[in-house]
């Protein structure tokens, strides 16, 4: 006899929402067990850098040191393990993983229209749709504080991402589902930081690349380009190593849409480099290829990079991400954005999984000086919506919505929880830099 399966109706969706504050209050969503760690900071980041290479790992540890915000953006690992000992709502959805305020930024849509998201995937996996709320608040609280802001600011600018993020939700929770799937965010372009990031990227063309990356390989005019050396950040790779990530594309090219293998294939690859990005992934392998079209002025430029397992992974035993965590990244953007880049996919090189996308096609992110006088609140306010968004997207907004209710006790919740850990973030940082001096005088 086949089982019958039960349609769950709206109202049982968002009942489900409110029953899970039983599980876990809004307001309780302030608390911070950091004496619950199994592990120290620096111990959890040694772990999560095992096999990446010790000269790029001194890089990394350089970048961290630079401030509170910097140690953050490469301690995903940190924050997983310590959200992981908090109780949660288990109400899930695909995570960003590491949505912090440079972890949103402009970009190309496939009509070569400029869009602004969520653009950064490294750590997605399924989990509690909080997660991902909670490191946006306390990296609004800590680019709150390197941008001149007092904390009591800073955490109004957190209560007002997440009111914003609440009432979108519940704003999508009583509109047709194919709506929210293709919702825009249209009011964005007129705040500051935002509006800052979209000029960078209508400057960020291919053309502006190639003069940025490549230069000419002799003294003639026409002379063909290669990559512009800038070590270490920018490496030419030669013979068998290049040989190596250019057979990648086979199995990319497989993966990607006919129409994308068609356009592929009228690019011809021209040099590869390796190349230094980000801090937390800092140490992974990450080559690019210089590929031409139609001649010198039609480039392409395509980034492999590495993907290691989502920091999040060892906490979320029943999330079940591909085994190819080329492919968990690849999927958890297309998840979570509503346009992605035309050339997203996976492949892998030596056993090892890797994503590919564009580089530096029309991007361009905020800088934390943009966030300055009223620029904090006012992409806060973005930023909850575009979480919104996304979460809407992959998990389910009557849930959400029937969680968070009407009032603002989340919001401050989420405004003392930013505070708190970004208090904590500072000391961990101060252990890292003990450490480096340390280091240093050895």
């Given at each position: 006899?086949v089982?019958v399966?039960?349609?769950?109706?709206?109202?049982?969706?968002?009942?489900l929402?409110q029953?899970?504050?039983?599980?876990?209050?809004?307001?309780?969503?302030?608390?911070?067990?950091?004496?619950a760690?199994?592990?120290?900071?620096?111990?959890?980041l040694?772990?999560?850098?095992?096999g990446?290479g010790?000269?790029?790992?001194?890089?990394k540890?350089?970048?961290?040191?630079?401030?509170p915000?910097?140690?953050f953006?490469?301690?995903?690992?940190?924050?997983?393990?310590?959200?992981?000992?908090?109780?949660?709502?288990?109400?899930?959805?695909?995570?960003?993983?590491?949505?912090?305020?440079?972890?949103?930024?402009?970009?190309?849509?496939?009509?070569?229209?400029?869009?602004?998201?969520?653009n950064?995937?490294?750590?997605t996996?399924?989990g509690?749709?909080?997660?991902?709320?909670?490191?946006?608040?306390a990296?609004?609280?800590?680019?709150g504080?390197?941008?001149?802001?007092?904390?009591s600011?800073?955490r109004e600018?957190?209560?007002?991402?997440?009111?914003h993020?609440?009432?979108q939700?519940?704003?999508?929770?009583?509109m047709?589902?194919l709506d929210?799937?293709?919702?825009?965010?249209?009011?964005?372009g007129?705040?500051?930081?935002?509006?800052?990031?979209?000029l960078?990227?209508?400057?960020?063309?291919?053309?502006?690349?190639?003069?940025?990356?490549?230069?000419?390989?002799?003294?003639?005019?026409d002379?063909?380009?290669?990559?512009?050396?800038q070590?270490?950040?920018?490496?030419?790779?030669?013979g068998?190593?290049?040989a190596?990530?250019?057979?990648?594309?086979?199995?990319?090219?497989e993966?990607?849409?006919?129409?994308?293998q068609?356009?592929?294939?009228?690019?011809?690859?021209?040099?590869?480099?390796?190349?230094?990005?980000?801090?937390?992934?800092?140490?992974?392998?990450?080559?690019c290829?210089?590929?031409?079209?139609?001649?010198?002025?039609?480039?392409?430029?395509?980034?492999?990079?590495e993907?290691?397992?989502?920091?999040y992974?060892?906490?979320?035993p029943?999330?079940?991400?591909?085994?190819?965590?080329?492919q968990?990244?690849?999927?958890?953007?297309?998840?979570?954005?509503?346009?992605?880049?035309?050339f997203?996919?996976?492949?892998?090189?030596?056993?090892?999984?890797f994503?590919?996308?564009q580089?530096?096609?029309?991007?361009?992110?905020?800088?934390?000086?943009?966030?300055a006088?009223?620029?904090?609140?006012?992409f806060?306010?973005?930023?909850?919506?575009?979480?919104?968004?996304?979460?809407?997207?992959?998990?389910?907004?009557?849930?959400?919505?029937?969680?968070?209710?009407?009032?603002?006790?989340?919001a401050?919740?989420?405004?003392?929880?930013?505070?708190?850990?970004?208090?904590?973030?500072?000391?961990?940082?101060?252990?890292?830099r003990?450490?480096?001096?340390?280091?240093?005088k050895?």
């Amino acid at each position: 006899m086949v089982p019958v399966m039960h349609w769950a109706t709206p109202q049982e969706r968002r009942n489900l929402g409110q029953a899970r504050r039983k599980q876990v209050g809004r307001q309780q969503h302030d608390e911070l067990l950091t004496k619950a760690r199994q592990s120290a900071a620096l111990a959890l980041l040694q772990r999560a850098e095992r096999g990446r290479g010790p000269a790029l790992l001194r890089l990394k540890h350089q970048l961290m040191a630079q401030s509170p915000f910097s140690y953050f953006r490469g301690a995903a690992p940190v924050m997983a393990a310590d959200l992981a000992v908090l109780p949660t709502t288990g109400i899930m959805c695909q995570l960003c993983g590491d949505a912090h305020v440079r972890n949103l930024g402009a970009y190309a849509a496939p009509d070569g229209r400029l869009v602004f998201d969520i653009n950064d995937f490294d750590e997605t996996i399924r989990g509690p749709f909080e997660w991902d709320l909670k490191r946006m608040a306390a990296s609004l609280v800590l680019a709150g504080r390197e941008s001149g802001h007092k904390d009591s600011t800073a955490r109004e600018a957190v209560e007002k991402c997440m009111e914003h993020y609440r009432a979108q939700m519940r704003a999508f929770a009583q509109m047709p589902m194919l709506d929210v799937a293709r919702f825009q965010v249209h009011r964005i372009g007129s705040v500051q930081p935002v509006h800052a990031a979209l000029l960078k990227a209508e400057r960020a063309t291919p053309k502006h690349a190639l003069e940025q990356l490549t230069e000419p390989a002799g003294k003639k005019p026409d002379a063909p380009r290669r990559f512009k050396e800038q070590k270490p950040t920018l490496t030419r790779i030669t013979g068998t190593q290049a040989a190596t990530v250019l057979a990648s594309l086979g199995p990319y090219r497989e993966m990607l849409e006919p129409q994308r293998q068609h356009l592929l294939s009228l690019y011809r690859p021209v040099d590869v480099a390796f190349k230094v990005v980000g801090t937390g992934s800092v140490g992974l392998r990450d080559y690019c290829i210089y590929f031409e079209g139609n001649g010198p002025g039609d480039p392409l430029f395509l980034q492999i990079k590495e993907e290691a397992s989502s920091a999040y992974a060892p906490y979320l035993p029943e999330a079940h991400p591909p085994h190819h965590h080329g492919q968990r990244v690849a999927e958890g953007q297309r998840a979570m954005q509503l346009q992605s880049d035309p050339f997203l996919g996976w492949t892998h090189i030596g056993g090892r999984p890797f994503m590919v996308r564009q580089l530096n096609d029309h991007k361009g992110s905020i800088e934390i000086e943009d966030l300055a006088g009223d620029g904090l609140a006012a992409f806060a306010e973005v930023c909850g919506e575009l979480l919104a968004r996304g979460h809407a997207r992959s998990g389910d907004p009557l849930v959400i919505a029937g969680y968070l209710g009407s009032g603002g006790g989340f919001a401050e919740a989420l405004g003392k929880f930013g505070s708190l850990y970004a208090d904590q973030t500072e000391k961990d940082w101060q252990a890292l830099r003990r450490q480096g001096k340390g280091r240093a005088k050895a």
